[in-house]
C-alpha cells in the first residue's frame, strides 16, 4: 500500500463567526508525502483550518488546492481524504471490519475486494485479529488505530488528524506517535496533523506551523522553530526558554534587563525585544560569567535542572547534563554562569 | 429521616399500584360480581373476553387504530424532530412549542376542537381520521424523544462518515438514523400506548366506533361484571413488557455510544 501524497496549497484562508476571526491570511504549501503539523494552543484556529480542508467548514474567502485544483465547489465526499479524529468516532453500530469497509463501501469496491483490503489494512495496524469486535470493546489505543485503518484503507493521498492521540495517557501516546510516523512514511500520504502538545508536533513533524489566534506566526522544520523562533510566542509555546526583555543598546551590545550589557552574535546590536536563550545553552562558568543564586534544583534523571537568580534580580532556568564533571548544587549557592553566544536569539516582539 | 423517606416512598408506591394490584385478584373470581377477595379463582372472566366478539372487536380496532397512529407520529414526528434540531430557520421555537401542545393541552379542548373539524369535513365515525386524531396525541412522544436523542447525537460521526466517502443522506442514513431507532422504539411504545388507552377524544370524534377504552367506558354504565378488570390486567401486562422492552433496546445503545467518549478519557 504505497501512494504518491497530493500536494496541498492554502491561499489566504479567512474564517470568520459574525465579528469573530477564526482564522486570517492562512496561507501555507504543504508538499507531497509531507508530514505537515498545527501547533497551537486551543481556541488558535487549527481545527477550523482542517475542517476547511475537509469541507464542515465553508471559508469566508481565500482558496484551497489539492494538486493545484481548487476544491471549493467540491463536496467533501468527493475530496478523497482520510481522516482521523481525536474521539475515534468510529460507527458503534458497526464492528471493526464494518467499521474499516465502510469507505470501501461508498466507493462501491466489490465484496471481496472490500474484505480483502480492509483485513489488509487492519494488519498495518495490527489489529488483524479483532476485525469482529465492537468498537465498545476495544481500548482507547485499539479504537485509534481501527480509526487509522479506516482512514487511510481507500488510499486517499491526504490524511488529516485532528489531535488524534488527545484521548491517550501519556505513555500509549508516545507509543503511537512512532507508529503513526512509521505508517506515514510507509504509506507516503501527505498528512496535515493538529496538535498542542509541542513535544508531539517535534517527534512527528517535517514541518510544523504554530499557530495563535487565527494566524500563523512561525512554520518550519522542527529544528527551525527550536534554534530560531522569530516571537516570543513561538519560543515560549516550543521547549523550555529563557526570555528577558531588552531595555537599549550600548555600542558593543544590547541592554538585557538583569544581566547587564549581552553581545548578540549578529552585527548589529537589537535595541528592544528580546533575548531568548535555551536552558541547555546556559553554562556554569569557573571565572567571569554573571554572578547568580541557585534557588531551585529539579532532578531530571539524565539532567539537572536549576532556577537561579544573578544579582540583578534575572530569573534564569538552566539544565545541566549529569554526565558533566560539575557536581550537583544546592539551592543557595552562589555560582557564576555564562551563556553559549552563537545560540543567543534576539525576539523582535 | 431515612425513615421518614422511606415511609413516604412506601406509601407512595403503593398509593400508585395498589389499586392496579386489586385488580388482579378481582380479576380472577369465579363470581359475577366484582368481589374482593375473590372466593374462589378462575380464568373465567378472561375467557368471556375472547369468546364475546364486542371485546375482540374493540381490542382489534384498538390495536389498528394503535397501529397507525404509531407509524403515522413516527413518520411525521421523526422528521419534525430532525427540521427542529438540524434546520435554522425562522419561528422554530414556536413550532417546537406547538409540536409539544397536544401534550399539555386539556384532552378535553383538544377534543372539542377535533369534533368541530371532524363534523365540518364529515371525518366522524371515519376509522382512518380516527387513526390521524390518535396520532396528534401521540407525535410530542416522538418529537420529545427523537430531537432528544438528536441533540445528544455527536455530529463528528456523521461527518466522520462524510469525509471517507457518504454524501450528506447516506451518512444521516447509516450512521445518524441507526443511534436514533432505540429512541423511536422507545417512542413508537409509547405513542402506541398513547392511542391505545385514548379515551376522551375518540368518544368525541368515533362516532360509537368502540376502541377497547370505548368498550370498557360502555361497560361501565350498563353492568360490571369482572371482564373489564381482566382486560385491565392484560392490558397493563402489555404496557410493561412493552416499555420494558424499550427500556432494554435504550440501554444497549446508550452503553455501545458511551463507551466512545468516556472509556479512557
Ligand atoms: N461554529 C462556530 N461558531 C462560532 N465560533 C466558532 C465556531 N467554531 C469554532 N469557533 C471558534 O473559532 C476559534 C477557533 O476554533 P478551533 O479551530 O476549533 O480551534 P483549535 O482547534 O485550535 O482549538 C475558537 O475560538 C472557537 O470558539
Ligand atoms: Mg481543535
Redo the contacts between chains.
Sequence with gaps: MVVNGAAIEFKKVRKTYGNFVALESFSMNVAAGEFMTLLGPSGSGKTTALNSL???TDITSGDILIDGVSIARV???K?????V?Q???????RNVLGNVA??LE??GVGRAEIRKRSLKALEIVRLGGLAER???EL??GQ?QRVAFA??IV?EPRVL?MDEPLG???LKLREAMQLEIKQYQQQIGCTVIYVTHDQGEALTLSDRLAVMDKGLIRQLGTPQDLYDRPNSRFVAEFIGLNNIIKISGSKHDGAIVDGLGVIRFPSEIQPSQGYLSVRPEHIRRTPTGGHPAIVRQAVFLGDAVRYVVETRNGAELTLAEPRSGENSSLDPGSEIAISFEENRLIHLPE | MRAVLAVYFTVLVLFLILPLIFLVPISLTESQFLEFPPQTLSLRWYSAFFDDPTWINAALLSFRVGIGATFISLTVGTLAAIALVRAEFFGKTALTAIFIAPLILPTVILALALYIVFLRFRLVDNVLALTAAHSVVAIPYVVMLVSGSLRRFDITLERAARVLGASPIKAFMLVTLPYLVPSMFAASILAFFASFDELIITLFVSGGAQTLPVRIWNDLGLKIDPTVPAVAVMLTLLSVSGMGIGELIRRRNERRYNTITSAEV
Design positions: 475537509a469541507g464542515f463536496p467533501t465526499e475530496r478523497n481524504i482520510g481522516m479524529f474521539n475515534y468516532s468510529l460507527f458503534p453500530h465502510f469507505p461508498m466507493r465492537m468498537p465498545h481500548s482507547g479504537k479506516r482512514a481507500f488529516l484521548a491517550l495517557d
